[in-house]
């Protein structure tokens, strides 16, 4: 998938990935993180 | 001198709450949109034979091992067998029974009961082994139903109590007419988390044979907020929950950390103890009233009855060595600092890695990682996927990165020294201290030497910073 110029929104899980990881690795591969967030789901 | 404290015991109460399950944070959020939700959920409730019945309850109260489920079918519901309600490390409740603590535990008129229920639940009280007549006293006569379309008119705000069957049973007033901290519902609640405490403590004390005298310090490690608008949050029910049970000589305080308060208050009652401040520490956790049916679209798309309809209360006591209950390791807590970073390798190396290389112990070491134990029955259908799973494989995975066992080993590590969920998710309760009661027994029997708790807290959610946080304690087998 090229991320490349593409906007994301990262949400994460407290008990899998957080969302801070997953805007590292979007950022990483040239996306712009628009929003970033981690939840609970318990 | 220090003295090693010890964990000498554990008591559950479990209560049945089907009625309350519409006051639960996402299901009136939903009928405050959609009125009919309401029928809906109510078609969708278990009676309390099935709540009873149901194989986690029963390896919550330590009538089954976690490992029974492993062998159960899923639904775990068709595997479900008559059971007592009361097993050897707690017991639960029936609505009734619960409804009438709460109005015992209400000091100030804020809850009226009708007065044919009231009738039922003093009658179910009065045959209970821990219920007082202090108890009875203040559970009343109950109140008429035109007391109670008094009380419901207003002009203090107040909500409805009712039976899964819609038989209204009940009122529950404002504790101020416009003070939202001492609103209708955030007062049910606490009084919930009140009386589920009390009666845990109650419990424990009794199983124990401790006096409530004896007990000098009481830590209330659970998440409700109790207090007023210039004091939101401020404490204590530690206190409360003391009075309820006895301790007439004991004070408290309220211990917070999201999910990891109750790990982090034994560190705290370990620490009492060894330093020899207090004696005898009861650590204490109410239930969370807040996620009642928290997921329970995802029951009804999956054709499931409302499965998240218990409310938990626990309490731990934690006293000097008696030379058999097994040692809290204050030279190993695991604490997830503030320079951790926060991605799940990082936690569990704080939580799992650090403490085992402070003892110079191997991850297979410990015989079972008591971590997040939510029922995946219950987070599944909804997306959330198998908590505890996710938790131990990341465990695993630090042990084979550490090369003590082979990636092709991850699963099998998993099924050792892991266990499937089996709690209701009920907030703090569901970290790691489910599994304290069947713990405390593997180790005095010396099938075990050592049990890892470990628990994480979301502190992002109250958006005064992006962390988390966790705690880990290591319990020891006394005897060699």
Redesign the interface.
């Known amino acids: 998938m090229d991320l490349k110029g593409k906007k994301v929104i990262a949400l994460g ?6 969302g ?2 997953i805007a590292a690795c979007a950022a990483g591969a040239g996306a712009e993180v628009v929003l970033e967030k ?1 939840y ?3 | 001198m220090s003295s090693t404290p010890v964990i000498r015991g554990v008591r559950f109460y479990l209560a049945h709450a089907p009625g309350l399950v519409v006051h639960g944070s996402k299901p009136s959020r939903d009928i405050a949109r959609d009125p009919a939700v309401a029928g809906t959920l109510r078609g969708a409730l278990r009676p309390f034979d099935a709540a009873r019945d149901y194989p986690p309850t029963q390896v919550f109260l330590g009538a089954l091992p976690p490992e029974a489920l492993h062998a159960r079918p899923r639904p775990w519901a068709d595997a479900a067998v008559p059971s007592p309600r009361r097993g050897p490390h707690g017991e639960i409740a029936p609505e009734e029974e619960l409804l009438g603590l709460i109005k015992a535990g209400d000091e100030f008129d804020l809850v009226a009961l009708e007065r044919g229920f009231a009738a039922e639940a003093r009658a179910a009280l009065a045959a209970h082994p821990l219920a007082t007549p202090a108890d009875l006293a203040r559970l009343g006569k109950g109140a008429s139903d035109a007391d109670l379309d008094t009380r419901l008119a207003g002009p203090t705000p107040a909500l409805s109590l009712a039976l899964p069957s819609g038989r209204r049973v009940g009122a529950v007033i404002a504790g101020h007419e416009v003070d939202q901290t001492l609103a209708a519902d955030v007062l049910l609640e606490n009084l919930a988390t009140k009386a589920t405490a009390t009666m845990a403590l109650r419990g424990l004390l009794a199983a124990e044979g401790l006096d409530p005298a004896r007990v000098d310090y009481v830590l209330n490690s659970g998440e409700e907020a109790v207090g007023d608008r210039y004091q939101r949050g401020g404490g204590n029910l530690a206190k409360a929950v003391a009075a309820g049970a006895g301790c007439v000589r004991a004070t408290g305080v309220d211990v917070k950390g999201f ?1 990891c308060g109750p790990v982090h208050a034994l560190a705290l009652a370990g620490s009492l103890v060894a330093a020899r401040t207090f004696e005898h520490v009861a650590v204490v956790a109410g239930c969370s009233l807040a996620k009642l049916g928290m997921k329970y679209q995802g029951h009804l798309r999956a054709g499931q009855p409302v499965l998240e309809d218990v409310l938990v209360g626990a309490a731990i006591l934690v006293g000097p060595d008696d030379g058999r209950s097994p040692r809290l390791r204050l030279d190993a807590v695991g604490r997830h600092t503030v320079g951790a970073g ?3 390798k990082a936690i569990l190396e704080a939580l799992v890695v650090e403490p085992l290389e402070r003892l110079g112990l191997k991850f297979a070491d410990v015989d079972r990682y008591a971590t ?1 134990l ?1 029922n995946p029955e219950l ?1 599944e259908p ?1 997306g ?2 198998d ?1 505890p799973l ?2 131990y494989r990341v465990i695993a995975g630090l042990a084979a990165l550490r090369k003590e066992i082979a990636p092709a080993e991850v699963e099998a590590f998993v099924r050792r020294h892991g266990m499937p969920g089996f709690s209701p ?1 009920q ?1 703090h309760i ?1 970290s790691a201290i489910p599994y304290l009661g069947h713990a405390l027994d593997g180790l005095r029997a010396g099938a075990m030497r050592r049990v890892l708790l470990l628990a ?1 807290g ?1 502190l ?2 109250g958006r005064m910073t ?1 962390m ?1 946080d966790g705690l880990s304690v290591m319990l020891e087998r006394n005897a060699p």
Request: net charge negative; glycine share 12%.
């Open positions: 899980e407290r008990d899998g990935v957080q801070g990881a981690t609970c789901f318990v | 999910c926060s991605s799940q997040e939510q987070t909804s959330s996927g908590v996710l938790n998710t907030g569901a994480k979301s992002f959610l992006q988390s």
